[in-house]
Each structure stands twice: as C-alpha cells, then as structure tokens.
C-alpha cells in the first residue's frame, strides 16, 4: 500500500516503517497517525513479519512532535477526542502489539514521538538522539501516554524532573535512565534494531506473544498480573511450539517454529 507520509519496506521478515515528513522533521499530524495505525495492523495481521521497525526520515529527527498548527485553536472537547482517538489507534496499538516493535530513535525524539517510542516494545537510540516531552512550554502535558510510560520506565522522580521542565535529554542520559535499551553511532540504529527483532524471531511465536501480554499486565492498575502469567503460562502447555520447543531441548538441535496460526 503507498502512503502519503509514510516510506514502508518489507525485507526478511521485517516491516520498517519511516515516518516521512522530513522538511517537518516528521512531525505527527493526524494522517500521519491514520496511516500509521493502518501500516502497523496490517504488519501485525501478516504472517510472515516477525517485527516491526519504527524510525524516521532524515538524520535529524526520529520525531520531533505533534504538528502544532492542526490543534492550535482547539477547544477541550477536540483536544480530550484528539487524545483518546490517538491513544487508540496508534500508540495503545504499538504497546499492546503481539509481535515486537523497535523504535530506532535516529534524532530528535520529543513530545508524541517520543510517547510513539516509549510505546515500542524496545527503543534503540542513536547516539546523537535527544529526547524530551516539551509540552508543559506549550501549556499542555503529554497526552498520548506520556505521563504513564515515562513514570513506568524511569520512575516517578525522572518522569517528574523531565516532564516538568520540559527540557531535553541526551542518548547516554536516556540509557542511564532506563528510557532506551542501546546507544549505538547513527549508521547502526536500524541494524542493531534489525539484530534484536531477527533474535527474538528464533524462538516461539506463541510465547512471545504470551510473554507481551504478561508483561503488559504489570503494567495496568488493578490488574492480577501474576494471574495473567499463570495463565499464559499454562496456555502455553497446549501449543505445537511448547512440543517443538521441548523435543529440540531433548533432542540437543535447534527447534523450528511455525509462523502459522
């Protein structure tokens, strides 16, 4: 399918999306979201994608925002409806994805985008990225998830010290942090990306899926996360794969598991 601001590749079993707005250092503007919630369900719908790679055109920003000038004369109402539908269709989509999504963060990461990176599953940043959720200079807060994923993976104080000032963090602080797993140079994001998402396409599909949504689970207030595990857990007794799994162990080889539902 062609977009209109979106570039998507398919190789090795890889979906790589680049948000492709590069003149706007890729800001997010409300087609960019509908096509991306389009590119992403239909990676996750195909078979044969193991993973998803999210980064964006250019050397300077992976995204650097929301564009400004579509909400600037929004009233509450549009602005809670632009949250919720965003929330949605994009960056719940990414968190609760079956399969992995990386965000390879190739510069500047702020406000939505890098809510969009702090939904993957994994974040690679180059090592020239800078990372920060300005919106409180706006008169706003982060609304797509910001305020809970920062505090998840920083913890309260970060998430605190980042938010309310709104400034800017650089890759090695981010790592220090917990914000992203790797900082590699700039010509490496998208390989290093590759590198983990061709790593976890060798072990069962089944279980890592099962796996995200027990990780997931600790994550949601009022949710019996070791339930959910034992749960998963036991599911995972009724698959091909745990017998797949389990005869490769026995019989010292590698074990082959099916992409087929």
């Keep these: 399918m062609a977009y209109q601001y979106l570039l998507t590749t398919v190789e090795d079993g890889i979906l790589r999306i680049t948000i492709n707005r590069e003149q706007k250092l890729n800001a997010l503007n409300r087609d960019t979201l509908k096509e991306l919630n389009q590119a992403i369900e239909a990676g996750l719908k195909d078979g044969k994608i193991m993973g998803v790679v999210i980064t964006g055109a250019g050397e ?6 929301a564009d400004i000038s579509e909400f600037a ?6 602005g809670g409806d632009l949250a919720r539908s965003g929330q949605a269709e994009v960056f719940n989509l990414i968190h609760q994805a079956e399969k992995p999504i990386i965000a390879a963060i ?11 990176a ?3 599953h994994i974040r690679i940043a180059s090592h020239t990225a800078r990372m920060g959720l300005p919106e409180v200079s706006l008169g706003l807060i982060p609304g797509y998830g910001g305020t809970q994923r920062l505090t998840q993976l920083v913890g309260r104080g970060n998430a605190m010290e980042l938010i309310l000032t709104g400034n800017m963090i650089n890759a090695e ?3 220090q942090m917990g914000l ?4 590699v140079p700039a010509d490496e994001v998208i390989s290093k990306s590759e590198e983990i998402i061709n790593d976890i396409a060798k072990r069962s599909p089944r279980a890592v899926a099962a796996a995200i949504r027990a990780i ?7 949710e019996q996360g070791f339930n959910i595990e034992i749960d998963e857990f036991a599911k995972c007794f009724g698959t091909a794969d745990f017998k797949e799994g389990v005869s490769a162990f026995l019989e010292r080889r590698q074990p082959e598991f099916s992409r087929e539902k």
């Design 60 to 65: 300077k920003a992976f995204v650097a925002g």
């Design 73 to 78: 004369n929004f009233d509450q109402e549009q």
């Design 106 to 116: 190739n510069g500047f990461a702020l406000g939505g985008g890098l809510e969009i």
């Design 118 to 120: 702090m939904a993957c």
């Design 173 to 175: 602080k981010a790592l």
């Design 180 to 183: 992203v797993n790797h900082v």
């Design 216 to 222: 997931n689970a600790a994550l949601v207030a009022g």
